[in-house]
């Protein structure tokens, strides 16, 4: 037997219009760092010995990090679709929605259902590919849905739905 695993699936390319803007200001971010952890980098060279010096392996490995989180970027910006319209039916769930779900022991969660590159736990945000949010999509007001997570089955019911035309 093999170690051999197939890829992930890709995540969906779907983005907000603000979490487009927050990539493309991360990659100029990351370019502004990058030039000067490379100024560091030969300072630390120019030291001497580069076998034994922790200054210049360090910054070797955090060049590494950032080019590694440059290329990401380039390549997913690339890709995106921003989504910035509301959709033409809003008493439905779909991509950028702001959803209030009703659990079974009457607690209410909120959701919004943004891009991979978006989700925040503390946020609420939810990654349009999770398992509750693909259960959410099309979905109307009052409507009952069941959905299989890793502690066990979920009932819920939506509450409320909202769109946002941008979180700035």
């Known amino acids: 037997m093999s170690r051999w695993r197939p890829p992930p699936p890709s995540s969906s390319p779907y983005i907000t219009a603000a979490g487009f803007r ?4 991360e990659l100029k971010e990351r370019w502004v760092l990058r030039r000067e952890v490379t100024a560091a980098l030969s300072a630390a060279a120019a030291e001497g010995d580069r076998s034994e010096n922790a200054e210049y392996i360090y910054r070797k490995k ?3 990090e950032i080019d ?5 970027l380039q390549k997913r910006l690339d890709v995106v679709k921003v989504v910035a319209a509301q959709p033409a039916n809003p008493d439905r769930v779909y991509f950028g929605a702001t959803v209030v779900l009703d659990q079974d022991d009457g607690d209410e969660v909120r959701y919004r259902i943004v891009g991979a590159d978006e989700t925040s736990v503390e946020r609420g945000w939810i990654s349009v590919d999770s398992p509750v ?3 959410l999509l099309g979905k109307a007001l009052d409507d009952d849905l069941t959905v299989p997570t890793p502690a066990g089955l979920r009932h819920l019911t939506i509450a409320e739905i909202h ?3 941008d979180d700035a």
């Open 68 to 72: 590694r989180r440059i290329r990401y």
């Open 22 to 25: 927050r990539l493309q200001a």
């Open 62 to 64: 955090q060049l590494r």
């Open 163 to 165: 769109y946002q035309a």
């Open 133 to 135: 949010a693909r259960a």
